[in-house]
């Protein structure tokens, strides 16, 4: 999920106009998806696919409340999708009627944020976490301690991202405070703690992230295990923290916005991405842990060789909060960058 880099839209027209039998519109985490399937899916449907990229739920949330987003599929997480049945801004297609539901792996079917698994089909699924540079940081990584009451080695070299979502409930997994607390009093532990870590934040940014961190500018940045992995594998000297108290969780679908031009061909997409051999070449090109049926040899990310995919420590899935839940969250993260 390469949440860090700018929103783009790039097109592929991989199709002759003049053969195609339709367009297909995709709205997802920025170079999500592997080339090579959107190349392959074109040529075989004679689709013309396009592909624009976001890099945070909240923007989706916005560009799908807005209406007549023109997009035929989206890539939520799994607290944001809830949100999104909820306000009825996706497509009931019947997901659990195709053979895609079938290729999920049973322990993410049917979950929470889709019980009947109608709307949606995973994607990708992953955690949120410290990552550090180890050239510029050598001192124990074990505990969420370090990173959110640092000591004088870290301190102006840590970034954090520029929304709360995974921010937040990395520092509630830190001070036992649940997730969705409707309680301010523990809503204002976490206000403090980060606020007290602002002193050695040197920036708040979701951009940029991977030169920022390998250039040495900060030591430590706030990351995806994804991410970290294939910077890993093309020789950057990074190590994906894992931390006693837990990582933060998500899980991305793929979902039909509400009025999507283009419903079958989106289907068909859903489909053909979730065989076992094409999921295979998605979680290869994407590093992050898949939900669907793969194929075990060819898969290039084993617990070898990228040990962030495979975290023996709690994992806890980030929620949908209720309204008053959410307004302390908002309170929280606007007072800290105030």
Same mark, same amino acid.
């Given at each position: 999920?390469?949440?860090?880099?700018?929103?783009?839209a790039? $097109?592929?027209c991989? $199709?002759?106009?003049?053969?195609?039998?339709?367009?297909?519109?995709?709205?997802?985490?920025? @170079?999500?998806? $592997?080339?090579?399937?959107?190349?392959?899916?074109?040529?075989?449907?004679?689709?013309?696919?396009?592909?624009?990229?976001?890099?945070?739920?909240?923007?989706?949330?916005?560009?799908?409340?807005?209406g007549?987003?023109?997009?035929?599929?989206?890539v939520?997480?799994?607290?944001?999708?809830r949100?999104?049945?909820?306000?009825?801004?996706?497509?009931n297609?019947?997901?659990?009627?195709? @053979?895609?539901?079938n290729?999920?792996?049973?322990?993410?079917?049917?979950?929470?944020?889709?019980? &009947?698994?109608?709307?949606?089909?995973?994607?990708?699924?992953? &955690?949120?976490g410290?990552?550090?540079?180890?050239?510029?940081?050598?001192?124990?990584?074990?505990?969420?301690?370090?990173?959110?009451?640092?000591?004088?080695?870290?301190?102006?070299?840590?970034?954090?991202?520029?929304?709360?979502?995974?921010?937040?409930?990395?520092?509630?997994?830190?001070?036992?405070v649940?997730?969705?607390?409707?309680d301010?009093?523990?809503?204002?532990?976490v206000?403090?703690?980060?606020?007290?870590?602002?002193?050695?934040?040197?920036?708040?940014s979701?951009?940029?992230?991977?030169?920022?961190?390998?250039?040495?500018?900060v030591?430590?940045?706030?990351?995806?295990?994804?991410?970290?992995?294939?910077?890993?594998?093309?020789g950057?000297? /990074?190590?994906?923290?894992?931390?006693?108290?837990?990582?933060?969780?998500?899980l991305?679908?793929?979902?039909?916005?509400?009025?999507?031009?283009?419903?079958?061909?989106?289907?068909?997409?859903?489909?053909?991405?979730?065989?076992?051999?094409? $999921?295979?070449?998605?979680?290869?090109?994407?590093?992050?842990?898949?939900?669907?049926?793969?194929?075990?040899e060819?898969?290039?990310?084993?617990?070898?060789?990228?040990?962030?995919?495979?975290?023996?420590?709690?994992?806890?899935?980030?929620?949908?909060?209720?309204?008053?839940?959410?307004? /302390?969250?908002?309170?929280?993260?606007?007072?800290?960058?105030?």
């Open positions: 999920m390469q949440k860090y880099m700018s929103a783009t790039i $097109a592929l991989l $199709a002759s106009p003049a053969l195609a039998e339709g367009k297909l519109n995709l709205y997802v985490w920025s @170079e999500s998806i $592997a080339p090579e399937l959107i190349e392959t899916f074109s040529r075989e449907y004679d689709v013309e696919v396009s592909v624009d990229g976001y890099t945070s739920n909240e923007d989706l949330l916005t560009k799908l409340q807005a007549a987003s023109g997009y035929d599929i989206a939520p997480s799994q607290h944001f999708l949100i999104m049945i909820d306000e009825g801004l996706v497509e297609y019947g997901a659990n009627k195709l @053979e895609a539901y290729n999920i792996d049973e322990r993410w079917r049917n979950q929470w944020w889709d019980e &009947t698994q109608e709307y949606s089909i995973p994607l990708a699924y992953g &955690t949120a410290f990552v550090v540079n180890t050239e510029e940081y050598d001192g124990p990584t074990d505990s969420l301690k370090y990173f959110l009451e640092p000591d004088g080695d870290l301190a102006g070299r840590i970034a954090m991202l520029s929304y709360p979502d995974e921010i937040i409930g990395t520092a509630q997994l830190y001070l036992g649940p997730f969705c607390s409707e301010p009093d523990e809503m204002k532990k206000l403090d703690l980060l606020m007290a870590q602002k002193e050695a934040v040197a920036v708040y979701s951009d940029n992230i991977e030169s920022r961190l390998i250039s040495g500018e030591a430590t940045h706030f990351w995806w295990d994804g991410e970290t992995v294939r910077a890993q594998s093309e950057a000297p /990074l190590t994906y923290a894992m931390p006693k108290e837990g990582l933060v969780g998500w991305d679908s793929m979902v039909i916005p509400k009025g999507a031009p283009n419903r079958e061909n989106a289907i068909k997409f859903i489909e053909f991405i979730s065989t076992p051999e094409n $999921a295979t070449i998605e979680m290869n090109h994407y590093a992050h842990s898949s939900p669907m049926t793969v194929v075990e060819d898969k290039k990310y084993t617990k070898d060789v990228a040990p962030a995919l495979y975290p023996e420590v709690p994992v806890e899935m980030s929620r949908t909060c209720s309204p008053k839940a959410q307004d /302390l969250v908002t309170r929280v993260w606007t007072q800290l960058l105030q």
